[in-house]
């Protein structure tokens, strides 16, 4: 079946640290891949998708790259900010799906100090 | 980005009655709608595709008869936990999409509503 396994959290960073949050996928197909982000009280936000391999996501100074020789989808920023404190979430859409039926990874905390 | 709002964002209620949640789509028209619960530090899990108009599409092990989904309008899905029991505590999520022509296809989530029952 479709799974998603993050890295489990909370990753924890000093401001203008490298990011990396690790997101690997199972699917049958060429499934569509997602990041999402959830700021503390507020609803699950796009960040960044990839729809086929080798597609670069990026938006905000995040970025992941669709990498389908390993399957995976790992979010990266070159330096972090205090206010990128959230919950990240990978996620995968099925072949069939589109933006339907999205599959999502247990969530990674990132918590940022000054 | 559009808007999707959850209401209540957090109840509390007895064993034996039942909850009902709303999702509106506040500034697109959405004719499918999407239910998730998240249980603590775990994953989003798909309970339910809500059609406009049309029954919900429920996911293998859920219940459809303790959880109605009601997608009326093309602005508003309602969940509807019936004698809820404390297992049923949790993290309720929905999402719309964006379908309709001129829209993006991109799913906006609700703030999630959190359901617990004593």
């Known amino acids: 079946g479709n799974s998603v396994t993050q890295m489990e959290g909370p990753v924890t960073l000093s401001e203008e640290a490298f990011l990396t949050i690790n997101c690997t996928y199972t699917?049958?197909?060429?499934?569509?891949l997602f990041w999402y982000v959830q700021y503390p009280g507020e609803g699950l936000q796009l960040l960044l998708k990839?729809?086929?391999?080798?597609d670069k996501g990026s938006n905000k100074g995040f970025e992941a790259t669709y990498r389908k020789e390993t399957t995976s989808f790992h979010l990266e920023k070159g330096s972090v900010q205090v206010s990128d404190s959230a919950v990240y979430f990978c996620a995968l859409s099925p072949v069939s799906g589109g933006y339907n039926k999205l599959i999502f990874g247990a969530g990674t905390r990132l918590a940022v100090h000054p | 980005g559009a808007v999707v709002s959850q209401h209540p964002s957090w109840v509390i209620c007895k064993s034996g009655t039942s909850v009902k949640i709303e999702c509106r789509s506040l500034?697109?028209?959405?004719?499918?709608m999407f239910w998730y619960r998240q249980f603590p530090k775990q994953s989003l899990m798909l309970m339910a595709t809500s059609n406009e108009g049309s029954k919900a599409t429920y996911e293998q092990g859920v219940e459809k008869d303790k959880f109605l989904i009601n997608h009326a309008s093309l602005t508003l899905s309602t969940l509807t936990v019936t004698s809820a029991h404390p297992e049923d505590s949790s993290f309720y999520i929905c999402?719309?999409?964006?379908?309709?022509?001129?829209?993006?296809?991109?799913?906006?989530f609700g703030e999630g509503s959190r359901l617990t029952v004593l």
């Open positions: 990839a729809t086929k391999a080798d």
């Open positions: 999402s719309a999409r964006d379908g309709l022509a001129g829209g993006t296809g991109e799913l906006f």
């Open positions: 699917a049958t197909g060429y499934p569509s």
């Open positions: 500034d697109f028209q959405a004719t499918t």
